[in-house]
């Protein structure tokens, strides 16, 4: 059967966190009335095993042969048994997007063009570095949010990615790079800093996540894994009693007037809520601490007062300040600030017993840098229903 105009059920978010485990409601695939098992983290699948009678340890040897095995054809996963294999192939499938085009950096660098059913696309980029390899993943077409000093923002929002999109992307990037070769791992961090806000997509990246951390997916430890927001607090506070992760934060100035002209977010959610939202997620978990992101941008927010300012707002909070150079794309008016200016605002910073490390930008040739991630933003048509739809989660 084609679904023409599908309705995809709202998932659960499902949580590993005190070994709780909640129930999903499975997913649809977008093509056919097939249920995509990739749209399940393993409390799902359990969940949906049991719902068409069969033990719900079935789930851990699905996802053994498809995160462990790299095997994706349900045909060939042979302790399933016929008679069960036959019976998913009916009701269930394991699909993944596609890899529309890849470029190697010549420093190493590689960025793939992922594509999904209706013609949408995202960016992936896997950054190697001396002793680890991160992927930057995506987790919306277009973005919402309208951070002007991103270009993503600039090109609107399409949709919502799915889990099996999301998670889709480390599979597909990690078959790409080989990821277990010789024993070694290519990727040892996964960084929600693609395309997209995560948290205004909470039900699709908690799944996806969670398979991520699942030692029956890809098995990263919380520290490796890493969730960046715009700054949207339900979503913070959401996040800290759903899984056990790293959170990014984009500050980006440590005043609301600088910060609302980047981040319009701000205006909904301001520096100072932002900030006991931060010290609520770490106060929960010893372990726990920020990165706050902050992109520094000549003449916006580079000044040494901001740098000043920003230890006061930081510096009782377990946290790290990445400094990231704004990287320019055609068409904005910003500037990336002088090295001189970043050497000293990390001076600053620094002084102020801030932990502030200058991200390298990498990947300059195939324009793989923050900020620099476009994609193929599709369907344009009812652009202001979607954006509305986006801003009352916001406002939710
Ligand atoms: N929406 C999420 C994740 C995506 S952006 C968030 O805001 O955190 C990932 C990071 O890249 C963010 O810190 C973002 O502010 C930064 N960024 C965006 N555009 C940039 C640019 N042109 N130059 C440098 N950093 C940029």
Request: aromatic content about 6%; charged content about 25%.
């Amino acid at each position: 059967m084609v679904l023409t105009d599908p309705i995809l059920p709202r998932q659960r978010s499902l949580t590993f966190l005190d070994s709780k485990l909640t129930t999903t409601q499975a997913p649809v695939s977008a093509v056919t009335s097939r249920v995509n098992l990739l749209d399940f983290d393993e409390a799902g699948l359990r969940a949906f095993f049991e719902s068409i009678g069969e033990k719900p340890f079935r789930a851990q040897q699905v996802l053994k042969w498809v995160f462990h095995h790299a095997e994706t054809d349900i045909g060939a996963m042979t302790d399933l048994g016929i008679a069960l294999r036959e019976q998913l192939k009916s009701i269930a499938e394991i699909k993944l997007p596609e890899i529309l085009r890849e470029q190697r950096s010549i420093d190493g660098t590689v960025k793939w063009l992922i594509g999904f059913h209706g013609g949408n696309a995202v960016e992936t980029v896997y950054i190697p570095e001396p002793k680890r390899g991160t992927l930057c993943v995506s987790s919306q077409v277009g973005c919402a949010l309208n951070c002007s000093f991103c270009s993503t923002g600039a090109q609107g929002f399409a949709r919502n990615l799915t889990c099996s999109e999301i998670i889709g992307q480390v599979w597909l990037a990690a078959q790409a790079l080989g990821h277990e070769r010789n024993g070694e791992r290519r990727i040892t961090n996964v960084v929600m800093m693609g395309m997209g806000e995560p948290l205004l997509n909470f039900d699709a990246v908690m799944p996806a996540m969670s398979l991520m951390r699942n030692d029956l997916g890809f098995g990263f430890a919380a520290k490796r894994v890493t969730l960046s927001t715009a700054g949207l607090i339900p979503g913070i506070n959401r996040l800290r009693d759903t899984l056990d992760v790293a959170l990014a934060v984009s500050l980006h100035a440590p005043v609301d007037d600088v910060r609302t002209q980047l981040v319009p977010l701000n205006r909904k959610y301001p520096i100072a809520d932002l900030m006991q939202a931060c010290s609520d997620y770490v106060s929960e978990k010893h372990k726990r601490s920020v990165t706050f992101e902050y992109t520094l941008i000549d003449g916006v927010n580079d000044h040494p007062e901001h740098a000043h300012k920003l230890v006061k707002l930081l510096r009782r909070l377990p946290s790290k300040l990445n400094l990231i150079p704004f990287n320019p794309f055609p068409g904005t008016k910003y500037r990336c600030s002088s090295q001189d200016r970043i050497k000293e605002f990390q001076e600053i910073v620094m002084r102020g017993g801030l932990i502030a490390t200058v991200r390298k930008t990498r990947g300059e040739d195939i324009d793989a840098a923050c900020g620099q991630l476009v994609g193929k933003v599709m369907d344009r048509t009812k652009r202001s229903e979607r954006i509305k739809l986006q801003m009352a989660e916001i406002a939710s």
